[in-house]
């Protein structure tokens, strides 16, 4: 019981880690929006995710047992893998920023982030009534 709220927890706080750098870099990507050359970045949450807890899916313990199977991908070390973003429109001076794909990551990204946070307060809202509980 302790290990599941443990790895729930860790789950979350890693979650929310991620979000926050996320969100770094989508402000930067809107604060670089006028520099010329500038290339918009971004990171696969997803991916970051799975390489922050250590990617304990099932799909990353399965085990090639022919040659034609293919190898499941391993997490990533030292961090979430920064992707350039791809220019949706040509610019003059080279810069890659859509302001209108950033607001809607940005929203995105942030509603996301109160999702995990309300889901963390949940959690240890349920083990403080469950503490309490056991004391009365």
């Known amino acids: 019981m302790i290990d599941r709220l443990t790895d729930t927890l860790n789950f979350q ?12 870099l989508i402000a930067s990507n809107i604060a670089n929006a006028d520099t010329p050359g500038y290339v ?3 990171m696969n949450f997803s991916q970051a995710l799975r390489s922050a807890i250590g990617d304990r899916s099932a799909a990353s313990q399965l ?34 920023v859509d ?11 942030t509603l996301k982030y109160e999702a995990a946070l309300r889901f ?7 083990m403080v009534d469950a503490i309490k509980g056991q004391a009365q």
Request: cysteine-free; aromatic content about 2%.
């Open 13 to 24: 706080a890693q979650a929310l880690t991620l979000r926050s750098e996320r969100h770094q």
């Open 40 to 42: 918009a970045r971004d």
């Open 63 to 96: 085990k090639a047992t022919a040659a034609g199977h293919l190898q499941a991908s391993g997490g990533m070390a030292g961090g979430p893998e920064m992707r350039y973003a791809a220019a949706s429109q040509t610019s003059l001076d080279s810069n890659t």
């Open 99 to 109: 302001m209108d794909r950033e607001r809607a990551t940005f929203v995105d990204n």
């Open 120 to 126: 963390l307060g949940g959690s240890v809202r349920t």
